[in-house]
C-alpha cells in the first residue's frame, strides 16, 4: 500500500461518504523521538510526518494514528461509525503499551536521583524507571512525557531550583506515565480527574506551584534584562 492510499483509507473508513481532495504527502523522519508523528495542514494539503519507527508496525495501527490525526485536522466533521472503528482503540492501547519495550539512555544522574526518591515515596518504589533526560532550557514547558520513548523530559532551568521544586516536576511527569491517558470520541485526555488528584498529594504541592510562579517570574525578568544586552 502506498502512503497516499493508506491516508485515503483512513479517511473513508471515517467519513465514508466524503471525498478527500487535498494534496497528499507522507513521510518517515529520522528525526522524531521514537513512535512520534504529527500533521501539518492547510486548506489544500495535508503533510502527515511519522517517526521511522512507525515503518514496521502494523498497517491496522498506523491508519489508527493518521485517523488519530485526521480527526484533529477535522474536527468540525461528525463521524458516525466511530463505536464501528476500533483502529484508533488499536494506536492507543499500542501507544500506551510500546514503554514496556522502549530502549534505554543514559539518564542524567541529577534526574535518577530525584526519580529515586519520588519513587520511594509516591510509588512505593514500584515505578519502572523511564529514560531521564534534560530538554531545552524552557521557562514555559518545564517538562515532558513521551509514550513512544518512555522518557521524562526536564527543563533545564529546573538544574538551578530546590530540590523540591524538581522533584514536583518529576512527579507530575511520572503520573503521566502511570495514568497514560483516556481516550473518547477522537479526543486523548491526559490530565484526568484522577490524574489531579494524584498530582495534590504530593506534600505542600499548592505551596510549591506558588514557590513555581515566583522562581520563574525571575527567571523571566532576568532574562528580559539581560537581552537588553545581546
Do not use: C
Request: no cysteine; glycine share 4%; hydrophobic share 35%.
Amino acid at each position: 500500500m502506498d502512503y497516499t492510499t493508506i491516508i485515503h483509507k483512513s479517511f473513508k473508513e471515517l467519513w465514508p461518504e466524503k471525498e478527500l481532495k487535498h494534496e497528499l504527502n507522507l513521510t518517515y523522519s529520522g528525526k522524531f523521538s521514537d513512535y512520534n508523528a504529527n500533521v501539518n495542514y492547510t486548506s489544500w494539503k495535508l503533510n502527515f510526518k511519522l517517526s521511522k519507527t512507525w515503518r514496521g508496525v502494523d498497517e491496522d495501527i498506523r491508519i489508527g494514528l493518521i485517523q488519530s490525526l485526521l480527526i484533529k485536522v477535522f474536527k468540525t466533521l461528525e463521524y458516525k461509525n466511530y463505536e464501528k472503528n476500533n483502529k484508533v482503540e488499536m494506536y492507543n492501547m499500542f501507544l500506551k503499551n510500546i514503554a514496556l519495550v522502549a530502549p534505554r539512555k543514559e539518564s542524567e544522574p541529577a534526574l535518577i536521583e530525584s526519580f529515586s526518591r519520588v519513587n520511594a515515596i509516591h510509588f512505593n518504589g514500584l515505578m519502572d524507571m523511564p529514560n531521564l533526560l534534560w530538554g531545552q532550557r524552557s521557562l514555559t514547558k518545564l517538562g515532558s512525557y513521551e509514550y513512544g520513548s518512555d522518557t521524562v523530559t526536564i527543563s533545564t532551568v529546573l538544574k538551578e531550583v530546590p530540590l523540591h521544586i524538581l522533584d514536583y516536576i518529576v512527579y507530575h511527569e511520572l503520573l503521566h506515565k502511570k495514568h497514560k491517558f483516556y481516550h473518547k470520541n477522537g479526543k486523548s485526555y491526559h490530565h484526568t480527574t484522577i490524574f489531579r488528584n494524584d498530582e495534590k498529594k504530593f506534600e505542600n504541592s499548592a505551596v510549591i506551584e506558588k514557590e513555581l510562579k515566583t522562581v520563574l517570574r525571575k527567571k523571566k525578568v532576568k532574562k528580559m534584562f539581560w537581552g537588553l544586552f545581546d
